[in-house]
């Protein structure tokens, strides 16, 4: 064999061999960058991993230190309407970048997440729940949550966790697909001895008002007049004021003048802080609650 044609099949023959090294190594590579990169399949996301994520994220110091004042402003003490709720200091922003990484969990899982005892811990399953219930167009599915919802309402037990769920799944889903159930259903939740199924039935008229409705929340407010707690007063006096602001000030003046005068003073306070100096005035005189202790 020439020398020449020698030495080409053997630079052919390494250039073969060379090739095959790096097509072997680059995939011995890729495999191995497979594995480090490997995401857990939404079916594999459980509560209990989501649960330790946030307890873990809470042992520190700057997180411990917040508790007690966290424990006051909840009102978690002995007595108190929050009595024995545990929070464990995770800021609202910080709760819901957690959820979003959790928010395929099964029912099943946010179940065990909202018996938890840690406050936090149930705000994250109720806006994986949220963040299902808008992202999921499917009527049937919808309804699935929000009988989901509703089973587990005794779990939704502190102000914060009614307001940022109750409208959002309850209120869009009577709204939008059950229209002809909604007054008897917020009337029943409005009638319930449960403080937070009460202030359920008042937030979640938030949805109406966002529509330009005015019933739901009238109907709601006046059967809720005289409740006896705070927090449904400030609730009912918040739709109110939303009332006014987005639907009709008029359809908020008419039922102050009618109910002004018998309204808890912190509804009513609520009630008509967007209305001008004189009209407050007017409505302050009118009440009957207008007193030095208020």
Same mark, same amino acid.
């Given at each position: 064999?020439?020398?020449? $044609? !020698?030495?080409?099949?053997?630079? *052919?023959? !390494?250039?073969k061999? *060379?090739?095959?090294? %790096?097509? *072997? ?24 991993d989501?649960?330790?994520?946030? &307890? ?12 007690? +004042?966290?424990?006051r ?5 002995? /007595?108190?309407?929050? &009595? ?24 099943s899982? $946010? ?6 005892? +840690? ?10 729940? +949220?963040a299902?219930? &808008? ?31 109750a409208?959002?799944?309850? /209120?869009? =889903? ?15 939740l ?7 199924? @009460?202030? $359920?039935?008042?937030?979640? *008229?938030?949805? =109406? ?10 109907? #709601? ?7 006896g707690?705070d927090? #449904?007063h ?6 109110? @004021?939303?009332? /006014? ?5 008029? &359809? ?24 001008? %100096?004189? !009209? ?6 009118l ?8």
């Open positions: 064999m020439p020398q020449k $044609i !020698k030495a080409k099949a053997k630079t *052919t023959a !390494k250039a061999t *060379t090739a095959k090294a %790096k097509t *072997t190594a680059k995939a011995k590579t890729t495999a191995k960058a497979s594995v480090k990169v490997k995401k857990v399949a939404p079916r594999d996301l459980k509560a209990v989501l649960i330790a994520l946030m &307890e873990k994220k809470a042992s520190s110091k700057f997180y411990r230190d917040k508790r007690p +004042v966290l424990a402003f909840f009102k978690t003490r002995k /007595g108190e309407y929050a &009595e024995g709720d545990v929070l464990i200091g995770l800021e609202v922003p910080l709760v819901r970048s957690f959820a979003k990484k959790y928010k395929t969990l099964k029912l899982e $946010i179940k065990k997440l909202l018996a938890h005892k +840690v406050h936090e811990i149930r705000l994250a399953g109720l806006l994986i729940l +949220v299902q219930y &808008e992202e999921n167009k499917d009527r049937e599915a919808r309804r699935k949550i929000v009988g989901f919802y509703l089973q587990n309402s005794a779990r939704v037990n502190n102000w914060d966790l009614v307001d940022l769920s409208y959002k799944i309850l /209120g869009d =889903f009577l709204l939008n697909e059950a229209p002809q159930k909604s007054q008897a259903l917020l009337k029943k409005a009638s319930s001895k449960n403080l937070w199924k @009460r202030r $359920i039935a008042m937030v979640s *008229t938030f949805a =109406f008002i966002k529509a330009g409705r005015k019933e739901e929340v009238l109907l #709601i407010a006046k059967k809720l007049l005289k409740d707690e927090l #449904i400030k609730a009912s006096g918040w739709m109110l @004021r939303e009332l /006014g602001k987005r639907v009709d000030e008029a &359809e908020l003046e008419k039922f102050l003048k009618i109910n002004g005068k018998d309204m808890p003073r912190v509804a009513l306070r609520y009630a008509i802080e967007k209305l001008d %100096k004189v !009209k407050k005035m007017y409505y302050y005189n009440n009957k609650n207008n007193n030095k202790n208020n």
